[in-house]
Nanobody, 111 residues
Framework: QVQLVESGGDVVQPGGSLRLSCEAS????????VHWHRQAPGKQRELVAS???????NYADSVKGRFTISRDNSKSTVYLQMNSLKLEETAGYYC?????WGQGTQVTVSS
């Protein structure tokens, strides 16, 4: 069965960095686009970054230049490197492949 497991969330100070991971299993990972979303309390879930099966990437305007999405097909894993984190980026971060979602990992940006 398809499984997506996120990890790497933590508490970090403003301006800090984190790297999130999303490990997939149960399907041919390398053929699929992967997306990172986030949802802050009281807000709608938003798309943060995407990486196509061929490696092309897209980012929300709010994170361009600070976040980097990458993938390692040999490990069926997608990463989200987040730099210069802001207070308002406190949220649950979720990866998605087609209609499948992981359980999320919490990122808290706090001074």
């Amino acid at each position: 069965q398809v499984q997506l497991v996120e990890s790497g969330g933590d508490v970090v100070q403003p301006g800090g960095s984190l790297r999130l991971s999303c490990e997939a299993s149960g399907f041919a990972f390398r053929f699929f686009d992967v997306h990172w979303h986030r949802q802050a309390p009281g807000k709608q879930r938003e798309l943060v970054a995407s990486i196509a099966s061929g490696g092309a990437t897209n980012y929300a305007d709010s994170v361009k230049g600070r976040f980097t999405i990458s993938r390692d097909n040999s490990k069926s894993t997608v990463y989200l490197q987040m730099n210069s984190l802001k207070l308002e980026e406190t949220a649950g971060y979720y990866c998605r492949i087609t209609a499948y979602w992981g359980q999320g990992t919490q990122v808290t940006v706090s001074s």
